[in-house]
């Protein structure tokens, strides 16, 4: 295990920087001072934009390449439009670092505003692809801005890449108690791209005989990820899918605030990137009202990815100890969540 971090930070737009001031924060409080963390912040999102016309430009790739990890905060805001910095800047980031496995942890915490209080323990996690499926830009528009326009957006499923997110999915079933994996998509409709998926799943599922398969085709599955989440163990789906099915998993399991990610490249070619679930979330920006829950645990995942497994559950601990005494009748601001979590993993 490395003595010591080097991290990029990308705090971006809206929200972003509220956020992962916070879980920066959270971060320097939990590590032994034996741990070196050094950060290097990076100017992308909106206000570069509005500047420089630049989203990520070639040499802020290049530099971002040398990092062991990357946390991000948000991307996208009104002023800009939309897709320029989630195409131009976070998606191409994703592809760039080839992070195809987009892990999204779900746990209902106690004490959080859910409809499903009072439920089964929930915890499952969605292993998204995240480098192909309809996210690639793979189309186009004719007769634009006329009543005749006609608009594409062909999703790209490769054997290799449906593969590799695959045997991810079975090695995380493999190593969990419940050894679970559902595949959701949707072949009864979408039959190409579908029947690949699901002729990998049972294929590959022949070397994992410890494991169970299941299949929901995704309108069925979020009909049980509000009725039944306790039948989900690891869940494998394409980009779309998985950016949906997140969503609402975050909601069902206390709050969008409390959703965390890591986009992973397993090689370790490319460092990993963390980040929360949610987006730059303009209409809250700037009031204090965002909670930086889901940075701080993007920021256990981004720990627990670079060996430092007593740290990330100390994180871990620290929320569930946090929202357990947390009364909506008396909210804190941004600040006050982070420093709260700060003073707890700091023993
Ligand atoms: N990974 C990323 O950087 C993502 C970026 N986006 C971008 O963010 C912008 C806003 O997108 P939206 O669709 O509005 O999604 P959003 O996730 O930013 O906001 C949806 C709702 O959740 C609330 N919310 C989000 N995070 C919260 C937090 N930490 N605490 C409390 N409430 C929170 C917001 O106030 C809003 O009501 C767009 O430009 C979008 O493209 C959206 C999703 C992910
Ligand atoms: C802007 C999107 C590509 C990001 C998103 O909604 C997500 O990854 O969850
Ligand atoms: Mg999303």
Redesign the pocket.
Known sequence: MARSIDLAVIP?D??GPE?VAEGLKVLSAVLPGDIKLETTAYDLGARRWHATGETLPDADLERLKAHDAILLG????PSVP?GVL?RGL?LKLRFAFDHYVNLRPSRLFPNTATPLAGRPDIDFVVVREGTEGLYVGNGGSMRTGTPAEVATEVSINTAYGVERVVRDAFERAAARPARKLTLVHKNNVLVHAGHLWKNTVDRIAQEYPQVSTDYLHVDAATIFFVTQPERFDVIVTDNLFGDILTDLAAAVTGG??LAASGNINPAGTFPSMF??V???????AGTG???PT?TVLSVALLLRHLGHEAEAVRIEDAVSADLAERDAATPRTTAQIGDALAARVAG
């Open positions: 971006g809206g929200i956020v948000a991307i996208g805001d939309s989630e976070l969008i605030g980040e929360p949610h987006g730059s979330a303009p209409d809250i009202k965002a909670d889901a």
